[in-house]
């Protein structure tokens, strides 16, 4: 085992807490609740694992009420619908109380074999430790091949590399996560997130299994949603606190060009005598003026929307039915 503080200020404060998000797995919560005691027990570190259940509507609640019910280091929360895989981990990071948060699929898919070694990148001073399925058993057409492509697009714009955002089985220092607030389909970028802040992210091949039982909630649309919450995320990561830096450069592109096009209307006119109202480019210079103006506007907005964002935060993206085993109450 890695050489993992056992000493710590508060005794109750586990060292990982294992966050699961569930929607409609009947079939898989029981044996996935087994493995992880099975592969957390003999690596003799304090933990709670965590299983937030995202509005299933099968019979998924009840299972996970029996187990918590029974196990005290299993808590458990409850949304009152489904809000998505993002909101659930969110969740997870808020109720979350260990110096390692540790997430995982609830549907037998990862391995939590592979948690010991997670945590012991994670003793070597790591702060983000990101699964890699180099063997992903899943379809390669729908699945493996978008994923590669938008894995490639992500290190590009981003200039974080890693081969697998899409893994769910990723470890991360707790005081790291609870900076970050994820909106939208955007669990996949909080290792982006995190480099952005100062992390030291590495990553390990991971084992995957092929899904047993139940569907898989994701499509070839999840590609699509990917890429605008790449734009997203690049854009609040780098203009976040300058967006007039975006709008009004272009605004102020658009205001050259607009003269340079002027001038060459101008200058036809004079030299080759060609009429200004029937010449095109008049309604261009036309058109460059008015957009121009427009976004720069658009750019002031956005430096005020950017002001009420960062100073309105706080309020978390999921709505909370019940817990069990969770002292604080949000
Ligand atoms: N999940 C969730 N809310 C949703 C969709 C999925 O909590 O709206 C959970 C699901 O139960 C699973 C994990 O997120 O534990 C990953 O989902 P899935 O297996 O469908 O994705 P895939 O492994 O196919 O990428
Ligand atoms: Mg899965």
Same mark, same amino acid.
């Given at each position: 085992?890695?050489?993992?503080?056992?000493?710590?200020?508060?005794?109750?404060?586990?060292?990982?807490?294992v966050?699961?998000?569930?929607?409609?797995?009947?079939?898989n919560?029981?044996p996935q609740?087994?493995v992880i005691?099975k592969a957390l027990?003999?690596?003799?570190?304090?933990?709670?694992?965590?299983?937030?259940?995202?509005?299933?509507?099968?019979?998924?609640?009840?299972?996970?009420?029996?187990?918590?019910?029974?196990?005290?280091?299993?808590?458990?929360?409850?949304?009152?619908?489904? @809000?998505?895989?993002?909101?659930?981990?969110?969740?997870?990071?808020?109720?979350?109380?260990?110096?390692?948060?540790l997430f995982m699929d609830s549907d037998l898919q990862n391995d939590p074999n592979d948690i010991g070694m997670l945590l012991k990148k994670?003793?070597?001073?790591?702060?983000?430790v990101s699964g890699w399925r180099k063997k992903r058993m899943d379809?390669?057409?729908?699945?493996k091949?978008?994923?590669?492509?938008?894995?490639?697009?992500?290190?590009?714009?981003?200039?974080?590399?890693?081969h697998d955002?899409g893994c769910s089985l990723k470890a991360?220092?707790?005081?790291?996560?609870?900076?970050?607030?994820?909106?939208?389909?955007?669990?996949?970028?909080?290792?982006?997130?995190?480099?952005?802040?100062?992390?030291?992210?590495?990553e390990v091949p991971v084992g995957h299994h092929p899904r047993k039982?139940?569907?898989?909630?994701?499509?070839?649309?999840?590609? @699509? /949603?990917?890429?605008?919450?790449?734009?997203?995320?690049? @854009?609040?990561?780098?203009?976040?606190?300058?967006?007039?830096?975006?709008?009004?450069?272009?605004? @102020?592109?658009?205001?050259?060009?607009?003269?340079?096009?002027?001038?060459?209307?101008?200058?036809? /006119?004079?030299?080759?005598?060609?009429?200004?109202?029937?010449?095109?480019?008049?309604?261009?210079?036309?058109?460059?003026?008015?957009?121009?103006?427009?976004?720069?506007?658009?750019?002031?907005?956005?430096?005020?929307?950017?002001?009420?964002?960062?100073?309105?935060?706080?309020?978390?993206?999921?709505?909370?039915?019940?817990?069990?085993?969770?002292?604080?109450?949000?």
């Amino acid at each position: 085992m890695p050489a993992v503080k056992t000493k710590r200020k508060n005794p109750r404060r586990p060292y990982i807490s294992v966050v699961l998000p569930v929607y409609n797995e009947e079939d898989n919560i029981r044996p996935q609740y087994e493995v992880i005691i099975k592969a957390l027990d003999p690596l003799n570190v304090s933990y709670e694992v965590i299983f937030i259940d995202d509005g299933s509507i099968d019979s998924s609640p009840d299972i996970l009420r029996d187990i918590a019910n029974k196990d005290r280091n299993i808590k458990l929360v409850i949304f009152r619908r489904n @809000f998505g895989q993002t909101a659930a981990m969110s969740a997870g990071i808020d109720y979350a109380s260990g110096e390692i948060i540790l997430f995982m699929d609830s549907d037998l898919q990862n391995d939590p074999n592979d948690i010991g070694m997670l945590l012991k990148k994670m003793a070597e001073g790591y702060d983000v430790v990101s699964g890699w399925r180099k063997k992903r058993m899943d379809k390669l057409l729908s699945r493996k091949l978008p994923s590669w492509v938008a894995n490639w697009l992500i290190a590009k714009v981003t200039g974080v590399k890693l081969h697998d955002l899409g893994c769910s089985l990723k470890a991360y220092r707790s005081s790291l996560l609870k900076q970050v607030n994820l909106y939208g389909e955007m669990h996949r970028f909080i290792p982006v997130h995190a480099s952005w802040l100062g992390a030291k992210i590495t990553e390990v091949p991971v084992g995957h299994h092929p899904r047993k039982f139940g569907k898989s909630k994701v499509g070839i649309i999840r590609t @699509f /949603k990917v890429l605008l919450d790449l734009v997203t995320v690049t @854009f609040l990561g780098k203009y976040s606190t300058k967006p007039i830096y975006v709008f009004g450069g272009t605004g @102020f592109l658009l205001f050259f060009l607009s003269i340079f096009s002027g001038i060459t209307v101008l200058l036809m /006119k004079i030299t080759l005598n060609q009429s200004m109202t029937r010449n095109p480019l008049l309604l261009l210079t036309v058109m460059f003026i008015v957009l121009s103006v427009l976004f720069i506007q658009i750019g002031i907005l956005a430096e005020i929307l950017i002001r009420i964002y960062h100073e309105s935060q706080g309020k978390p993206p999921y709505s909370v039915l019940e817990t069990i085993n969770i002292r604080r109450m949000r």
